[in-house]
């Protein structure tokens, strides 16, 4: 069964940070990139962050610079490090296969950043 489970959203102010987890089961982890979206009130959900199985990282033209996408120490996860964050950025911010995403969501976790 796959799942996703995501956390390390929260409040932060504008030029904040804040590092993303997830972690996944049911899936060949090891064997697929993964991915960062996220979805704000009333936009569609966009890929806004890749890893590839070769390590190859891709990113929004809007989070180059900022956002960093990584492979966890423990098994089958990976975080999203967010820096210099920006009120656009808030979304809610969840985890899937990158490009070719499971018909499975997790609930995503709360990312808003205002002052």
């Known amino acids: 069964q796959v799942q996703f489970v995501e956390s390390g959203g929260g409040l932060v102010q504008p030029g904040g940070s804040l590092r993303l987890s997830c972690a996944a089961s049911?899936?060949?982890?090891?064997?697929?990139?993964m991915g960062w979206y996220r979805q704000a009130p009333g936009k569609q959900r966009e890929l806004v962050a890749a890893l590839a199985t070769s390590g190859r990282t891709t990113y929004a033209d809007g989070v180059k610079g900022r956002f960093t996408i990584s492979r966890g120490n423990s098994e089958n996860t990976i975080h999203l490090q967010m820096n210099s964050l920006k009120p656009d950025d808030t979304a809610v911010y969840y985890c899937n296969r990158a490009m070719a995403p499971y018909s499975y969501w997790g609930q995503g976790t709360q990312v808003t950043v205002s002052s």
């Open positions: 049911g899936i060949p982890f090891s064997l697929i990139g």
